[in-house]
């Protein structure tokens, strides 16, 4: 039952986190990004912190600034950097 | 004994009223069926609907003729091209947004872009051109600076992002609420104007708050100056 759940949630969270980078405030995507870190190794969450940074990030700010990308960054940190804590506590 | 004639005419009389009040009851709809009441309300409902309908839309006719007509004081002073805002103005986390015009429009990366207003001011600049496109990037997004002038001062004003910014000025200055930042790196244009100075005694600077003058998230449409003049 609970894996059911499980399952339905994550292509959820997904949405909520690509619609959301399109019309939502960018804690949004953060928030579906961090909620889905929690149970998944999912590629949706550099996926939609890719999204967020093709969308909107200027390739160089128009003061000639290098922009980091952030949410890039952040969903890369998610998936890999929260792997010990899920395989610590997470059943497979 | 009372004639008939008196009989038929008091008859008659009695009669007529009694059809004056049914066809007034009739006509009242007293009688209608319930069905045929029911599509009445149901059409007088579409009607309604239709006419909510068309009030929005007359709304929003007139914010956008509003808007329109604060860009033409803009167009009379420098030659561009007016273009919508096709995206949200709050989702980006890098104080962008996009606009529906693009090289195809003769947009090119660094043109500017202004909003209406009295004399028209400065919001941002085209970061990255489409074909029908381009992604702007707010003057005040988070992380940008920009050089500005108030109270007769150069400053440079650290972005917030949400159309603030903050700047740090010697104490000695005399900057007060409601003065405007002019810049000159935009013809000497509007680009915000003092919305907070924090008093601090203590400190030999005082810090400046800035805001553009109209929230960006009413904006509906931009003008935008392909080559500054």
């Known amino acids: ?92 | 004994m009372v004639s008939g004639g008196a009989l038929g005419g008091l008859a008659r009389g009695v009669s007529s009223s009694v059809w004056g009040i049914g066809s007034a009851a009739v006509g009242s709809g007293f009688f209608s069926s319930r069905r045929a009441l029911q599509v009445e309300n149901e059409t007088l409902k579409q009607e309604l609907s239709r006419l909510e309908a068309e009030a929005v839309g007359f709304e929003a006719l007139e914010s956008e003729n509003r808007e329109l007509r604060g860009i033409v004081h803009i167009a009379e002073d420098v030659s561009g091209i007016t273009a919508p805002i096709i995206s949200s103005v709050r989702s980006s986390p890098y104080g962008t947004f996009i606009v529906g015009a693009g090289s195809a429009d003769g947009i090119s990366a660094g043109s500017v872009v202004m909003a209406d207003g009295q004399r028209g001011f400065v919001i941002g600049q085209i970061a990255e051109v489409g074909e029908h496109s381009s992604l702007v990037e707010e003057i005040f997004a988070p992380g940008a600076s920009a050089e500005g002038s108030v109270g007769g001062a150069e400053l440079i004003f650290e972005g917030q992002g949400g159309g603030n910014a903050r700047a740090e000025a010697p104490r000695a200055i005399s900057i007060a609420e409601g003065d405007s930042v002019t810049s000159a790196m935009f013809g000497g244009r509007l680009i915000g104007v003092v919305g907070a100075v924090p008093a601090d005694s203590a400190s030999a600077y005082k810090s400046i708050y800035v805001r553009t003058p109209v929230s960006l998230s009413e904006l509906q449409f931009v003008y935008v100056v392909p080559r500054f003049q």
Do not use: K
């Open chain 1, 1 to 92: 039952m609970w894996y059911r759940v499980s399952n339905s949630i994550r292509p959820l969270l997904a949405t909520l986190g690509f619609f959301g980078a399109i019309v939502a405030p960018p804690s949004v995507p953060l928030l579906a990004m961090v909620l889905l870190s929690f149970r998944f190794a999912a590629w949706e969450i550099p996926a939609i912190g890719l999204f967020v940074d093709l969308m909107w990030l200027a390739p160089s700010g128009v003061d000639g600034t290098f922009s980091l990308p952030l949410f890039t960054l952040a969903g890369v940190v998610l998936v890999w950097g929260l792997e010990p804590l899920r395989s610590e506590f997470l059943m497979r």
